[in-house]
Structure formats: C-alpha cells, structure tokens
T-cell receptor, first 113, second 109 residues
Framework: GAVVSQHPSRVICKSGTSVKIECRSLDFQATTMFWYRQFPKQSLMLMATSNEGSKATYEQGVEKDKFLINHASLTLSTLTVTSAHPEDSSFYIC?????????FGSGTRLTVV | DAKTTQPPSMDCAEGRAANLPCNHSTISGNEYVYWYRQIHSQGPQYIIHGLKNNETNEMASLIITEDRKSSTLILPHATLRDTAVYYCIVIYNTDKLIFGTGTRLQVFP
C-alpha cells in the first residue's frame, strides 16, 4: 500500500529558530501534498496545498512567509517553520495524494520553548 | 465541499458492531464520501470511501442512503484498538480533504 514517511516525529526547538519537517511518499509519486496542523483536542486544520514544481497554495489566515513549503520532487515536500514561537507548538501532519487516494504521514510534534 | 455533521462521541462494547452516522444533506451528485480515523497522536488512517453504492472492505462497511444525504460507517466487531476519532468527509474528485470535528468512538471491554 501507499506509504508516507514524515520526519522528524518529534522536535523541540528554541524560540526564534527555524524547523524543517520532511514528508516523503515512499512507494508512489505525489504531484500534490497537503500540510495540516492540529492543536490538542481539535481537528486537523489544512494549512496549505503543495504542488510539485510550483508555489504552494495557502489557506486563509496561514502566513506563507512563516510556513515555507517546498515541493521540489514528486516524492518530497518540506515545511519550514521560520522564527518559531511557542504559539507555533502543534502537531503537524502531511498528506500525499496518489492514484490510490490520500495517505497521511505519522505527524510531527513541534514544541517551541 | 459539502458540510458533514457527526455526533461528537459514541461508545461501543468490544465485540459489538459500531455504527457511526454522518449527515451530508448538501452533497452533490459527483461528491464522494470518505471515512478516516485518527488514533491518538497519529496521522489519519484511510478506512473506506464510496459514491452511491454500499462498500465493504477488510476494515469496515459503508452504507449510503439512496438520496445520498447520509451514510453510516459500520465496524462489524469493534475492538479496543478501534478507539479513535472517526472523520466523515465529502469531497469532489481530487480536491483537498477538509476535516470536520469527527466522532470520538470509545470501545470499552
């Protein structure tokens, strides 16, 4: 079946630093990937849609300069949280769309201290 | 995308069938019904999807009403590992998945 690998699973960083999260489709090509964030006891909120070779499309209210998305290949998309602050602490999840539908990564728990 | 309505929580005894309802009264003819679940602190897991006909796979069955305004996900023999939040999503073709609040299913011994 389709597998999406997301790394790291957990990261703790200092306030003001940047953190990069990787999302890889291991056994299929994904022209489109999605990035979500999830706060405790809440549902997943779509942040942006990432298309290979083009600029990401951000949902309303999501700062594109803070959450940099790169989708340079058909199997890799990255999300960089720039100048992270404690309010950016959250669970970040990626999803890749292939011919078999949507497959999700296992998520990244980001804690900014 | 059509909005879905799900009960916030449900309980089910282990070994019994869990029937999770979903209302999607504004669904259009070419929109699919997808079900995902999320076990605590993990990424969502695909369960099943359908358009008009009832569907069954190794995990669950999906029953869609004839008018397509509602559906039910059936886990035939719930286990403790089925405790999770279940999301019903209506989507057109290859659009983005938008998650609602889902149903928190608690399976008890």
């Amino acid at each position: 079946g389709a597998v999406v690998s997301q790394h790291p699973s957990r990261v703790i960083c200092k306030s003001g630093t940047s953190v990069k999260i990787e999302c890889r489709s291991l056994d299929f090509q994904a022209t489109t990937m999605f990035w979500y964030r999830q706060f405790p006891k809440q549902s997943l909120m779509l942040m942006a849609t990432s298309n290979e070779g083009s600029k990401a499309t951000y949902e309303q209210g999501v700062e594109k300069d803070k959450f940099l998305i790169n989708h340079a290949s058909l199997t890799l998309s990255t999300l960089t949280v720039t100048s992270a602050h404690p309010e950016d602490s959250s669970f970040y999840i990626c999803s890749a769309r292939g011919e078999h539908g949507y497959t999700f990564g296992s998520g990244t728990r980001l804690t900014v201290v | 995308d059509a909005k879905t309505t799900q009960p916030p929580s449900m309980d089910c005894a282990e070994g019994r069938a869990a029937n999770l309802p979903c209302n999607h009264s504004t669904i259009s003819g070419n929109e699919y019904v997808y079900w995902y679940r999320q076990i605590h602190s993990q990424g969502p897991q695909y369960i099943i999807h359908g358009l008009k006909n009832n569907e069954t796979n190794e995990m669950a069955s999906l029953i869609i009403t004839e008018d397509r305004k509602s559906s039910t996900l059936i886990l035939p023999h719930a286990t403790l590992r089925d405790t999770a939040v279940y999301y019903c999503i209506v989507i057109y073709n290859t659009d983005k998945l938008i998650f609602g609040t889902g149903t928190r299913l608690q399976v008890f011994p």
